[in-house]
């Protein structure tokens, strides 16, 4: 094995032996434990075509095409992070924010009442409690691909929620001048929180199918079959969007419709892709999806 061009990794032996029927998991192991870095932090690509070997335990040498003699290089991606604590402190930005900016109304805007509106305080609660469920699903429920991201990136990764979802939303939802400042309209309050329960208990059921699918600390994928699957690729995300809907409803705020406008189309950009993955790794086994995050429009 070879470093690739950068920071030199010490340690590292200039050949590692293992059969072609071990697993990726292995060389990293070995590679890890001879130069001294976490294994989290290498990445190896091969010599031949550059591209990755995955750190699997169900992927063997001889699947990634290295035979005997072949070159790997090797990468020290720096500090990582672990992805659980990186969802960790991207939610946790909502969850602080909101409240704080809702009790700090009367200091934050002028002519601000005292007491905050019924969509106000319920606002407060639907954002509160999609996230709070989030972090109960990271810390739970989600199993991990991948084990680590560049600790380097988390700021980059939370300023998505911590400005987005937090500050820009809370601000415009608690001002005395927004639409939640009103009183609420019975006709579409209700239906909005029938909306927001049904897609959050439905993000939580599609989020418990995929977790079935792996086993803890494993990187095995499968197809999911159960609530939503059958009508579109990635439920889970129709689901979320759903939720947020149901939320844009109670509070009419613009920065809560852009939000949600980005959202979905970010989502529609990863269904798209997981579509075309499980096309690519199932191939027959596979049933063909014509729509991937929402029936009969995309």
Not at 234 to 260: D, H, K, Q, R
Request: proline share 7%; net charge positive.
């Amino acid at each position: 094995p070879s470093s690739q061009p950068g920071k030199p990794i010490r340690n590292l032996p200039e050949a590692a032996s293992l059969t072609l029927l071990s697993s990726t998991a292995d060389l990293y192991q070995r590679l890890a434990a001879h130069s001294g870095c976490s294994v989290h932090r290498l990445r190896i690509t091969k010599g031949s075509d550059g591209s990755g070997v995955p750190n699997s335990k169900d992927v063997t040498i001889d699947r990634t095409g290295l035979r005997d003699q072949s070159t790997v290089y090797v990468k020290d991606l720096g500090p990582q992070i672990a992805w659980r604590t990186v969802f960790v402190v991207e939610y946790l930005g909502p969850l602080l924010i909101h409240p704080l900016l809702y009790l700090l109304r009367p200091y934050l805007y002028k002519n601000a009442p005292a007491s905050p509106s019924y969509l106000q305080t319920l606002s407060l609660v639907l954002i509160s409690l999609h996230f709070v469920k989030r972090e109960l699903e990271t810390l739970f429920v989600h199993r991990f691909s991948l084990a680590t991201m560049p600790a380097r990136n988390i700021v980059k990764n939370s300023a998505h929620y911590w400005i987005f979802a937090g500050a820009n939303l809370a601000y415009w939802i608690y001002a005395p001048s927004a639409p939640t400042a009103r009183p609420s309209n019975p006709l579409i309050t209700y239906p909005a929180l029938a909306l927001f329960v049904v897609g959050e208990l439905g993000n939580l059921s599609t989020h418990l199918t995929l977790r079935g699918l792996r086993t803890t600390g494993g990187t095995e994928r499968g197809i999911p079959h159960g609530l939503g699957f059958d009508l579109v690729t990635c439920p889970n995300y129709m689901f979320e969007a759903m939720a947020w809907v149901g939320i844009w409803m109670v509070n009419w705020s613009l920065s809560t419709g852009v939000f949600v406008l980005l959202a979905v189309g970010q989502m529609a950009l990863w269904a798209k892709k997981k579509e075309a993955k499980y096309r690519r790794e199932f191939g027959d086994r596979y049933k063909k999806k014509r729509f991937v995050m929402i029936p009969g429009v995309f």
